[in-house]
C-alpha cells in the first residue's frame, strides 16, 4: 500500500502543469565598488536569462496565437572591460532590458497561471 501512495505521489508532482514562478528583480547594493557591481551585473543577467526561459517556455506550454510579443535582449551592446563604467553601462542596459519585458511577463504570468491544461 505504502508503494502505491508514493508511486501515485510521484506521478501526481510529474503530470503538474503548472508554469513557473516569477522572482522578484534582485536588489543593487548601496555602496558601488567593482566587486559589487560585478556581483549585481550577474545576477541581473541571470534574471535577464529568467525572464527569456520563462517566455520562452510558456509560449511552447500554452500554444496560444494570441501570446504577447517579446523581445530578446542585443546581447552584442553591453561592453566586456571589467570597469567601473562599463558595468554600470552593461547594469544601465540589463535594468532597461528588465523594465521592458516585466510588463510582458507579469501579464503573461497573470493571465496563464490559472490555467488549466
Given at each position: 500500500?505504502?508503494?502505491?501512495?508514493?508511486?501515485?505521489?510521484?506521478?501526481?508532482?510529474?503530470?503538474c502543469?503548472?508554469?513557473?514562478?516569477?522572482?522578484?528583480?534582485?536588489?543593487?547594493?548601496?555602496?558601488?565598488t567593482?566587486?559589487?557591481?560585478?556581483?549585481?551585473?550577474?545576477?541581473?543577467?541571470?534574471?535577464?536569462?529568467?525572464?527569456?526561459?520563462?517566455?520562452?517556455?510558456?509560449?511552447?506550454?500554452?500554444?496560444?496565437?494570441?501570446?504577447?510579443?517579446?523581445?530578446?535582449?542585443?546581447?552584442?551592446?553591453?561592453?566586456?572591460?571589467?570597469?567601473?563604467?562599463?558595468?554600470?553601462?552593461?547594469?544601465?542596459?540589463?535594468?532597461?532590458?528588465?523594465?521592458?519585458?516585466?510588463?510582458?511577463t507579469?501579464?503573461?504570468?497573470?493571465?496563464?497561471?490559472?490555467?488549466?491544461?
Open positions: 500500500m505504502l508503494k502505491l501512495v508514493n508511486y501515485l505521489l510521484i506521478t501526481f508532482l510529474l503530470c502543469t503548472t508554469i513557473a514562478s516569477l522572482p522578484d528583480k534582485p536588489n543593487l547594493p548601496i555602496i558601488q567593482l566587486e559589487t557591481l560585478a556581483k549585481d551585473e550577474a545576477q541581473l543577467s541571470d534574471y535577464v536569462m529568467y525572464l527569456i526561459t520563462f517566455l520562452a517556455k510558456t509560449k511552447v506550454k500554452v500554444n496560444d496565437l494570441n501570446y504577447p510579443e517579446y523581445i530578446y535582449p542585443n546581447l552584442s551592446t553591453p561592453k566586456d572591460e571589467h570597469s567601473i563604467t562599463s558595468i554600470k553601462y552593461n547594469i544601465k542596459l540589463l535594468l532597461e532590458y528588465i523594465d521592458k519585458t516585466k510588463t510582458i507579469k501579464k503573461v504570468y497573470n493571465q496563464y497561471s490559472k490555467l488549466k491544461m
